[in-house]
């Protein structure tokens, strides 16, 4: 089993640019979580989703889109890039609600110049 | 809104010693509360979980604790060694979703 898996790794963006970072994965689990890190601040949840189909903000949905539309994968977009999301991104995913664990990808390092 | 504080400075011990680590929450009650494990350049990695009726649990060298009175859960690993060193983030929970702490990085030395 791959777990978590992320796509791309790097990314460089122009301000104003668009981009998706895609997760996969194979565990069959019903939720999955899209993060991101900055340094100081902690992880923060972008938006998530509790199964395909659905989605749901989380604390800092701005400026970000995502889908689900099958359950193994889960779409992160950005529509306009900016500076202020230059950040690394983080996928999970979790057989259910905060009673399991969250399996995480190995993050996707964004920078929008 | 809730608050979750970590120490932000590093911890460091020496090998063989009990490391603990806390963390504080504020204006909420999780029923249940993460650690996670992060190291450089990768993502985190689950460790244990901890319900609010549980005062305490363990795994191989490692225990939390949860008060929920208090709003503080301890981290302990004892025996440390330097393969212990690492990044460290407490996340208390809601019904779908983990609210991360900042983490407290753990340095052991030889």
């Known amino acids: 089993n791959a777990g978590v898996t992320q796509t791309p790794k790097f990314r460089v963006l122009k301000t104003g640019q668009s981009m998706t970072l895609l997760c996969a994965q194979d565990?069959?689990?019903?939720?999955m979580y899209w993060y991101r890190q900055d340094p100081g601040m902690g992880l923060r949840l972008i938006h998530y989703s509790v199964g395909e189909g659905t989605t749901a903000k989380g604390e800092v949905p701005d400026g970000y889109n995502v889908s689900r539309l099958k359950k193994q994968n889960f779409l992160l977009g950005l529509e306009s890039a900016a500076p202020s999301q230059t950040s690394v991104y983080f996928c999970?995913?979790?057989?259910?609600?905060?009673?399991?664990?969250?399996?995480f990808g190995p993050g996707t390092r964004l920078t929008v110049t | 809104s809730q608050k979750i504080e970590q120490n932000s400075e590093a911890l460091n011990i020496q090998e063989g010693k009990t490391a603990t680590l806390t963390c504080n929450y504020t204006n909420y009650s999780p029923a249940y509360l993460q650690w996670y494990r992060q190291d450089p350049g990768r993502g985190p990695v689950f460790l244990l979980l901890i319900r609010e009726n549980e005062k305490e649990k363990r795994k191989e060298r490692l225990k939390v604790t949860f008060d929920t009175t208090l709003k503080q859960s301890l981290f302990h690993i004892t025996a440390s060694q330097p393969a212990d060193s690492a990044t460290y983030l407490c996340a208390p929970s809601g019904y779908s979703t983990l609210t991360f702490g900042k983490g407290t990085m753990l340095l052991v030395s030889p």
């Open positions: 999970a995913s979790s057989p259910g609600t905060s009673a399991y664990e969250q399996y």
């Open positions: 565990m069959n689990h019903e939720y």
